[in-house]
């Protein structure tokens, strides 16, 4: 970890002008800049930057953060590589700031890649030239893989005489290093390859750095696994990597969709036919982790399934992870039993894609079928409904909320006012209804500090004035609250002050601070509006009826104020 104090350090070393400077053209333009958005196309420049807040928001598209958030969201990188980014260009070394567990950690992790690679060209060398990979490369063959596609992948060859030990040791690597790697395994016959007689998918990370191996068997034997992964190491993290993604993250972003398939093969035969942005986990099904990592690519992903058992229940496993996650799912199931290698096989790119397009179904729409081939609509329409609504209330807005309740409606040839009756009353059995409104009403006040909150940034000139009305202790929202206290204590440096906040909150910031519709008065009627609040608030705990009058008056006053803001914009 390195200290916030170091990160604000470099926050407010490097120039977001420089940063937005390196990917489009920048202006100044009174006060602040103007660049040409590079989140979306456009003539004519709708990007505001503010130099001296660290600023920036799209008036086109609406991107919108601070220097953090735009490394992160331009070039799609981590928080941690965002700061390496941002080190760079300050020219500071962070690895004087890592604790020694880190950089062991570090040093662990370029030893697997430097090990993983060499074993990565060794299995490939084998399937391509040794004798004894004749199986492998007549399965392969069987399979339609062309020598490209094995060559791109570079997919390997286990072997059959448990070598791999001695090779690694004739690269010098020590006992210790190679068992760690989990590749060779010592047992009381001695020491053994995990990979034997296996064909081998080299496994990357995001950035192309070989992490480990998928290996299949060739011959079905029911004794020994189907399939083997490498171990958990510093960087084989089953749960976080995606088999393809180092290939198909940049289809992904051009296309705007990501295919997620369930094995190796079926990526790769995508692949073979033209379609580059398909993904698989590795072997288990898709995980919380692994959506976020798409998510940084694009929110559109495609689940495709082959239509058995084992397909549909992923496909439902894998709509209901994905519900929380803001993410567009669709679900694509193949027919019969061919799952997509088999497709894209027999039909090519233009008809699988064209049937994708087709076949593509809204979770709802998959949820209905699904649940309807569980539960006998006839008998038992009740348990049919309430597995359907338990899917709905986890739907994220009211318009897609309405939908699947009308198509619930269709479905089962009710009226819809009658779904919604019984949408309410299991929403209320559920005891969420009313936690609903509760949220709905701090919904509303917080708004109001957050509006605030990037109206006082705007205006932190005037920072004194504003101080006389209003008080860190007037705050609903924690974070508010906070940055409130700090500027209280006599913090005025915005780039840093940004720094920590969530992305909602520093998206709603700058864009306040670049809208110039957003006048100084504005401001100030939002304070009274919250001292307002406050205020009341102050009245239900009074303790006597002299303190009652008194907050009374006071509200009567402030009431006075607010109406006398005659434009009362709410922005
Ligand atoms: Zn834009």
Do not use: W
């Not at 029911?222 to 490498?230: C, G, L, P, W």
């Amino acid at each position: 970890m390195i200290p916030d104090s170091v990160i604000q350090m470099l926050i407010d070393r490097v120039s977001i002008v420089d940063i937005i400077g390196k990917v489009t053209d920048v202006k100044k333009s009174g006060k602040n800049y103007m660049a040409k958005c590079p989140f979306h196309n456009e003539k004519t420049p709708s990007m505001s930057i503010s130099d001296e807040k660290g600023l920036y928001h799209c008036f086109g598209c609406g991107a919108s953060g601070n220097t953090i958030k735009f490394l992160m969201d331009y070039y799609r990188i981590t928080f941690r590589e965002a700061l390496d980014k941002l080190a760079d260009m300050a020219g500071v070394d962070l690895s004087q700031y890592e604790n020694s567990e880190n950089k062991s950690l570090t040093i662990e992790k370029k030893m697997v890649h430097k090990i993983t690679s060499e074993v990565l060209e060794y299995y490939h060398n084998n399937l391509l030239n040794s004798r004894e990979a004749e199986n492998a490369r007549k399965y392969l063959a069987n399979r339609k893989l062309t020598l490209d596609t094995i060559k791109f992948f570079k997919i390997g060859y286990g072997g059959l005489s448990h070598n791999l030990f001695q090779f690694l040791k004739s690269k010098g690597y020590t006992e210790d290093s190679i068992f760690k790697s989990g590749l060779c395994l010592k047992s009381n016959d001695g020491i053994y390859d995990r990979f034997r007689d296996r064909v081998i998918f080299p496994i990357y990370d995001k950035d192309g750095n070989p992490v480990g191996f998928g290996g299949r068997i060739l011959q079905d034997r029911k004794d020994i696994a189907k399939y083997v992964n490498s171990p958990e190491n510093a960087v084989f993290h089953k749960g976080y990597l995606l088999f393809g993604l180092n290939y198909a993250k940049d289809e992904i972003i051009k296309q705007k969709v990501a295919y997620i398939v369930e094995g190796y093969m079926d990526v790769i035969a995508l692949f073979q036919n033209n379609i580059k942005n398909g993904v698989a986990p590795l072997g288990t099904s898709i995980t919380e982790n692994q959506i976020l990592q798409l998510k940084r690519y694009t929110q559109n992903l495609v689940f495709v399934f082959d239509g058995d058992d084992a397909g549909i229940n992923a496909a439902n496993r894998a709509i209901d992870i994905s519900s929380t996650l803001e993410v567009n799912v669709k679900v694509v199931i193949l027919p019969g039993k061919m799952d997509p290698y088999d497709f894209v096989m027999k039909y090519g790119k233009v008809k699988t894609l064209e049937y994708f397009e087709k076949k593509l179904l809204d979770p709802i729409d998959f949820k209905l079928i699904f649940f309807s081939k569980k539960i006998s609509i006839s008998r038992d329409k009740i348990s049919f409904v309430r597995n359907i609504f338990s899917y709905i209330k986890n739907i994220r807005t009211a318009i897609e909320r309405e939908a699947a309740l009308k198509k619930t409606a269709n479905f089962i040839n009710e009226k819809l006012e009658t779904i919604l009756i019984e949408y309410q009353n299991f929403l209320k059995k559920e005891n969420s209804f009313g936690r609903l409104i509760d949220n709905k009403n701090t919904k509303k006040s917080e708004n109001t500090e957050v509006e605030f909150l990037g109206g006082m940034i705007k205006y932190i000139e005037n920072i004194d004035d504003i101080l006389h009305l209003i008080s860190s202790e007037m705050f609903t929202n924690t974070e508010v609250k906070e940055i409130l206290s700090r500027i209280e204590a006599g913090e005025r440096n915005i780039k840093t002050l940004t720094f920590g906040l969530n992305n909602e909150l520093i998206n709603s910031i700058s864009k306040i601070v670049m809208d110039e519709n957003i006048s100084y008065e504005m401001i100030l009627e939002k304070a009274y509006k919250i001292r307002y609040l406050y205020t009341k608030r102050k009245l239900s705990t009074a303790k006597n009826i002299e303190e009652k009058k008194n907050i009374k008056k006071e509200l009567f006053e402030l009431e006075e104020i607010i109406k006398s803001f005659s434009h009362a914009v709410n922005y």
